[in-house]
């Protein structure tokens, strides 16, 4: 069955960096764009970018220009990479994939102090 297993969240200081990693398995990973999503502290859960299976790459525009996505297809695993953090990027991060319907990983959860 289809799996998707984030890591590499943690508590930072503004203006810091974390690299956010989605380990994926039970799908051909290749084929599926691959999404991340996040729910801040009372908000609901809300979209932060896309990348395609050419790579192509969208992001929020709150975090357009701090966020950016790869992905490593041998390694069936998609990055998120966040410099610049703030305290409102607190939240649980996902990853999620659609393919016979719409899947997510546990979260993790980043805390940026001010």
């Known amino acids: 069955q289809v799996q998707l297993v984030e890591s590499g969240g943690g508590l930072v200081q503004a203006g810091g960096s974390l690299r956010l990693s989605c380990t994926a398995s039970g799908f051909d990973f290749s084929i599926y764009e691959l999404d991340w999503y996040r729910q801040r502290p009372g908000n609901l859960r809300e979209w932060v970018g896309t990348i395609t299976i050419d790579h192509a790459r969208k992001v929020a525009d709150a975090v357009k220009g701090r966020y950016t996505i790869t992905r490593d297809d041998a390694k069936a695993t998609v990055y998120l990479q966040m410099d610049s953090l703030k305290p409102e990027d607190t939240a649980v991060y996902y990853c999620?994939?659609?393919?016979?319907?719409?899947?997510w990983g546990q979260g993790t959860q980043v805390t940026v102090s001010s």
């Open positions: 999620s994939v659609t393919t016979t319907g719409t899947h």
